[in-house]
């Protein structure tokens, strides 16, 4: 609807793809006090963590135009993928239950963590019917299966990420742009952003080019390099500028600019998805003191590659660094409380085989 989100104020033309009301907006921006004071320098964070009553997190951001296109085609079950811990599956699974949508998830198994575990347990509590599948193969395999048999089935990708959801965070960026000149925050410098499946950081370095924010994005890659890549990254930001210029052709096209602000940082990988590594739990620490709930597995490795980047670049004091919080930071003990493992099925048990 126009007017309803930053991205239809700026462009009322696009206000005829369809977009339904998924999060709380804006999310807050605040200084953290107890980083900047560590880093010597003014450190921000954009609250994402805070996008959703239930389960928040940059999902539920994408949701608003994938779900919008669910609704529009008339689907009731959605397919999709993951790991066991998958955010992704917990999110959609939330939102599906709001829409009246099932969702299937086809899962792989991963380094288990308390954190796996909690999603692994709220996937069941909130509907989903969790498939574990042995390899790649038989996962797409299987999925293609299901969608060929239910054809009230709608695939979603891996974390949402298709050009659909990066318009989610083409808004964010205009989001974000709307609170600069509010004033609520000063224009950043550069913003430190998780990369998986990449529409978090396409969708915000097309965004910020497009509404004229000089920031930088440094996305910290948490997945395998080769398919969480810098050129990966442009190909969907330009698939999604492509969705919005059929709709507008006024708007400029920004492909070749957008290179230029993007870096994509692999460094503090770990070496394997979900890998522990020594910067992520400093920075969950660090965090703390200024009551940050992060993990290990994304947003841990971002705040860590943040806080190496300033530790080795000398920077002018007045520089302004935006970390951008995508994890989910909503208290699941209600939900938690109500479910044990043995409620989940057989096969699942194993991953809490310490637990009596
Ligand atoms: C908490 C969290 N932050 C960030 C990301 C990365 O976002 P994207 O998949 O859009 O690159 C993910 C998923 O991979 C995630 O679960």
Not at 21 to 44: C, E, G, N, Y
Not at 159 to 177: M, R, W
Not at 219 to 225: C, F, Q
Not at 287 to 316: F, R, S
């Amino acid at each position: 609807m126009v007017g309803e989100i930053p991205l239809f104020r700026k462009y009322p033309k696009l206000a005829t793809i369809p977009w339904v009301s998924v999060i709380v907006s804006p999310t807050p921006v605040h200084k953290i006090v107890q980083t900047s004071t560590t880093l010597k320098r003014a450190i921000w964070v954009k609250r994402d963590d805070l996008t959703h009553t239930v389960y928040g997190g940059n999902k539920p951001r994408k949701y608003e135009f994938v779900f919008a296109d669910i609704l529009r085609k008339g689907k009731e079950t959605i397919v999709t993928l993951g790991s066991i811990g998958t955010n992704h599956g917990l999110a959609t699974a939330v939102t599906a239950r709001d829409f009246d949508l099932s969702t299937h998830l086809f899962v792989l198994e991963q380094p288990i963590s308390e954190g796996v575990r909690e999603n692994l347990l709220c996937h069941h509590f909130f509907g989903a019917k969790v498939h574990l599948m042995k390899n790649t193969f038989h996962r797409k395999l299987a999925m293609k299966i299901k969608l060929m048999l239910d054809r009230s089935s709608y695939f979603v990708t891996l974390g949402a990420s298709s050009p659909l959801g990066t318009l989610g965070f083409v808004n964010a960026a205009f989001e974000l742009k709307e609170q600069i000149e509010k004033k609520l925050i000063p224009e950043p410098d550069k913003l430190f952003v998780t990369a998986g499946s990449l529409a978090t950081c396409a969708g915000l370095v097309l965004g910020l080019e497009l509404a004229k924010v000089k920031t930088k994005v440094i996305g910290i890659g948490v997945t395998d390099p080769v398919r969480s890549s810098k050129q990966n990254t442009i190909k969907l930001a330009k698939k999604a500028l492509e969705i919005m210029r059929n709709k507008d052709d006024s708007i400029p096209d920004v492909s070749e600019k957008i290179e230029n602000r993007l870096i994509i940082d692999h460094s503090y990988f770990g070496g394997k998805y979900g890998a522990s590594t020594k910067e992520a739990l400093e920075a969950i620490d660090l965090a703390k003191k200024d009551e940050l709930k992060l993990e290990h597995t994304y947003t841990g490795k971002t705040l860590g590659g943040l806080i190496d980047y300033c530790q080795k670049n000398k920077v002018t004091k007045d520089e302004i660094t935006l970390f951008w919080n995508s994890k989910s930071s909503a208290d699941m003990s209600p939900y938690l409380n109500q479910i044990t493992y043995r409620d989940l099925p057989k096969e699942f048990h194993k991953f809490f085989d310490n637990e009596t």
